[in-house]
């Protein structure tokens, strides 16, 4: 099984909503991954978790939190969004510390309004 | 630093056509090498890979070699189809270092009947 699945699919909410977004992967991974991907544009990394601890943080702005429960899950939960915010969300996993490939979800196409 | 440039886009062919895309990288260490397809609507799946130098990936038709000499890792298919129609992204990572893919601009592909 190669997937990484994410819901939801389609998402809208407003400015002071909370809203999370939930992937998961059954493939023994141990590295997982959020971007953010704009229009006509590559995904622009946002976050690592590695063995289940946060390893990378891009910069994100705080109203961006992530969460990983455990090695097959991985959360982002957004809070106070802005409009520019709005793009497909991508969760990706690959084996461990050492990279090789990742695979990626579907991705949540998040609206906001 | 680490960056990958891909030729331009839109191409546009007819169905049958040789393709190439076009990817050149500039890496600090040993990178792999990796080529991605984002159809409409959906997720990156990764398309091949190339770990070394001399390697060539292949799938579904398309082939890639990793050019140490050239730092290249152009794609290319013998005979398109409608259905390759979609978005390409070259990307590189580091073996060993941080986590991190690079992605090429992506080039888009429209293949006409």
């Known amino acids: 099984d190669t997937e990484v699945t994410q819901t939801p699919k389609h998402l809208v909410m407003g400015m002071t909503n909370k809203k999370s977004l939930k992937c998961e992967q059954h493939m023994g991974h141990r590295a997982m991954y959020w971007y953010k991907q704009k229009a006509k544009k590559p995904p622009e990394l946002m976050f690592v978790y590695s063995y289940e601890k946060l390893s990378i943080n891009e910069s994100v702005p705080s109203r961006f939190s992530p969460e990983c429960p455990n090695s097959s899950l991985l959360n982002l939960h957004l809070h106070a969004l802005q409009p520019e915010d709005s793009a497909l969300y991508l969760c990706?996993?690959?084996?461990?510390?050492?990279?090789?490939?990742?695979?990626f979800g579907p991705g949540t196409r998040l609206t906001v309004t | 630093g680490n960056s990958v440039t891909q030729m331009e886009g839109p191409v546009t062919l007819s169905e049958e056509a040789f393709l190439t895309i076009n990817c050149t990288y500039t890496a600090t260490g040993y990178p792999s090498l990796f080529w991605y397809v984002q159809y409409p609507g959906e997720g990156l799946q990764l398309l091949l890979k190339a770990t070394k130098a001399d390697d060539k990936g292949s799938n579904k038709g398309f082939e890639a070699t990793y050019r140490k000499e050239t730092t290249s890792f152009h794609l290319e298919k013998g005979s398109v189809q409608v259905s390759d129609s979609a978005v390409y992204f070259c990307?590189?990572?580091?073996?060993?270092?941080?986590?991190?893919?690079?992605f090429g601009q992506g080039t888009r592909l429209t293949i006409n009947p």
């Open positions: 990706a996993s690959s084996q461990g510390r050492t990279v090789y490939e990742q695979y």
């Open positions: 990307a590189l990572t580091l073996i060993q270092g941080a986590q991190k893919l690079v």
